[in-house]
């Protein structure tokens, strides 16, 4: 469900996707929400895996966008996969929507252009790179996501990178990366939020190594990778799944 917590801390849920606010009638493909973010017109945005929703403050929800999120090829074996979205960020200064695919697709949404498919996902050339989330540079058209080697045959396997996507060539470019051999809290954790503070251009990430969770700040410029929280042993239980600033 999507909810809003005013300032008293009082939670009004506006949408349940339990039940597809869609077809109500029948039950949901894909009834899990990858991502909201604020609109600056009044309204939300929500992702699911094949889908852009808008969710207004009245609860109303209407469809935006939709895209082939199926792997499968069809019956003559051709590809129709687009993208499956895990994760979407906001430029707050352009109002643009940012869409990740798990396993490198990329697109935008806007008012004015509606939605733009950048990068195809193709099954057939997956290389193993999973992308877990992602984040804007307001207003610079720099769009970020934190990427898993999980191809068991790469050299690289196992390392984690944050990318920006390239308008060039239409790809993911590596910008820093880390692997579990520098130790501390980035030994073995899984992040899960990134964030990018547009006045300097650091990135911020949550992350969890087993039961504990902490937030870092990673400076591209001499690829320093601080903690700035982890959590003890005794105060587990829960994890931080995303991350966004405020300045």
């Known amino acids: ?7 008293s801390g009082a ?22 929400l990858l991502g909201v973010v604020t609109h600056p017109s009044g309204y939300y945005v929500a992702a699911r895996i094949d889908e852009l ?27 129709s996969y687009d993208m499956t979205v895990w994760s979407i960020s906001l430029d707050i200064l352009t109002g643009e929507v940012g869409l ?6 990329f697109g935008t949404w806007s008012e004015e252009s509606g939605l733009e498919i950048h990068k195809r996902a193709n099954p057939e050339e997956w290389d193993g ?3 877990n989330c992602g984040a804007s540079k307001d207003g610079s058209g720099g769009w970020y996501s934190i990427v898993n080697d999980a191809n068991g045959d790469s050299p690289t396997y196992g390392e984690v990178s944050i990318r920006r996507f390239n308008w060039n060539t239409l790809n993911w470019e590596v910008r820093i990366t880390w692997t579990d051999e520098l130790g501390g809290a980035q030994e073995y954790a899984a ?39 982890t959590s003890d042993w005794n105060n587990a239980g829960h994890q931080y799944m995303g991350i966004i600033s405020n300045y």
């Open 11 to 32: 939670c009004t849920r506006l949408a349940e996707f339990s039940v597809d606010p869609l077809m109500p009638d029948e039950p949901p493909l894909n009834p899990y």
């Open 129 to 131: 790179q999973i992308l």
């Open 100 to 105: 990740v695919g798990r396993y490198g697709g």
């Open 53 to 79: 929703v808008r969710i207004d403050p009245d609860g109303t929800v209407s469809q935006l966008a939709s895209w082939s999120a199926d792997p499968a090829p069809d019956e003559d074996g051709n590809f």
């Open 191 to 229: 992040p899960f939020g990134i964030t990018v503070n547009g006045d300097n251009g650091d990135y911020y990430v949550t992350a969890s190594v087993a039961s504990v969770y902490t937030v870092w700040r990673v400076r591209e410029a001499d690829e320093l990778i601080t903690d700035l929280y």
């Open 1 to 7: 469900s999507l909810s809003v917590i005013d300032e």
